[in-house]
């Protein structure tokens, strides 16, 4: 089994570029989410998804976009990377009605010059 | 505003050397208290849920028990493959899936 797959694993960007990270998941979860990961700080949620067309913010939503055409995917959409962006983000998922991410992927390593 | 504060934010032990992981909260409403483990490179893998105090829940050496004010993970007679950062994390009531997590223990095991 696949689980969540994040891609790519890493990638180094200007300040002002644009791009997109993604996240598949194979298992038919409802609920897909990202997170980012920062040095001394926990795990803080961006966005999130109860299924497909619904997404909603979550605690540091400012500077990202999501959307949930399909059950599977969930990408992240950086619209001008800064630096304050640089960090590693995390795709999770689980079934409908859980409380908490089941499964994480491993991760994107973002690095914003 | 919720809190979460784990400690120690490292602990190192010797193989078969017990002990135990704190997480301490401040919430109204919690409807779960979450651990996970944290493999370098990689990304959390779930372990327990615990929804209420004198809640107990175990696995394999890990055991995570529930008060009013704090969870702690008990490690018994730990192993080199224990060793991972711990994170705790808290669901309050209002909103499914919007976790509080803590800053993690990074717990090191030597043979």
């Known amino acids: 089994n696949a689980g969540v797959t994040q891609t790519p694993k890493f990638q180094v960007l200007k300040t002002g570029q644009s791009m997109t990270l993604q996240c598949a998941q194979d298992?038919?979860?409802?609920?897909m989410s990202w997170y980012r990961q920062d040095p001394g700080m926990g795990l803080r949620l961006i966005h999130y998804?109860?299924?497909?067309?619904?997404?909603d913010q979550g605690e540091v939503p400012n500077g990202y976009n999501v959307s949930r055409s399909t059950t599977e995917d969930f990408p992240l959409r950086l619209l001008s990377a800064a630096p304050s962006q640089t960090s590693v983000y995390f795709c999770?998922?689980?079934?409908?009605?859980?409380?908490?991410?089941?499964?994480f992927g491993d991760g994107t390593r973002l690095s914003i010059l | 505003e919720d809190q979460v504060t784990q400690s120690p934010e490292a602990l190192r032990l010797q193989e078969g050397e017990s002990s135990s992981l704190n997480c301490s909260y401040t919430?109204?409403?919690?409807?779960?208290l979450f651990w996970y483990r944290q493999d370098p490179g990689k990304g959390p893998e779930f372990l327990f849920t615990?929804?209420?105090a004198g809640e107990e829940k175990e696995k394999e050496r890990l055991k995570a028990t529930l008060t009013k004010k704090e969870s702690f993970l008990h490690i018994t007679a730990p192993k080199p493959e224990d060793s991972a950062t711990y994170l705790c994390?808290?669901?309050?009531?209002?909103?499914?899936?919007?976790?509080?997590f803590g800053k993690g223990t990074l717990l090191t095991v030597n043979p």
């Open positions: 999770a998922s689980s079934p409908a009605g859980g409380l908490q991410p089941q499964h």
């Open positions: 298992m038919n979860h409802e609920y």
């Open positions: 998804s109860v299924g497909a067309g619904i997404t």
């Open positions: 919430v109204s409403g919690l409807r779960g």
């Open positions: 615990l929804y209420s």
């Open positions: 994390a808290l669901n309050r009531g209002g909103s499914n899936y919007k976790l509080t």
